[in-house]
């Protein structure tokens, strides 16, 4: 499965989160929400979440391991660094 497009919507302010990400796969998969987020030790890629009934957040979709997580990370904050630039 090869990463096609990767589209980032920079937030705008002063607050932690720093943009959305969409991100497609083969031309034919899109994965939206994904978070660009700058935290205590840097910038880092938060996976799309929705709240459960006991308030706990879970992942929607995510990488199951952790070579194809890197990958993924790598692409997404190139891309993000580049939309800056």
């Known amino acids: 499965m090869q990463i096609t497009d990767i589209r980032v919507k920079n937030v705008e302010g002063d607050g932690k989160l720093k943009a959305y ?7 034919c998969f899109v994965v939206h929400n994904i978070k660009v987020i700058d935290g205590k030790s840097g910038i880092f890629v938060a996976m799309p979440t929705r709240k459960t009934k006991t308030g706990e957040y879970k992942d929607v979709a995510h990488p199951i391991n952790t070579e194809f997580r890197s990958e993924l990370q790598s692409a997404i904050l190139k891309a993000y660094e580049e939309q800056l630039n």
């Open 21 to 27: 990400v969409s991100i497609t796969f083969d031309d």
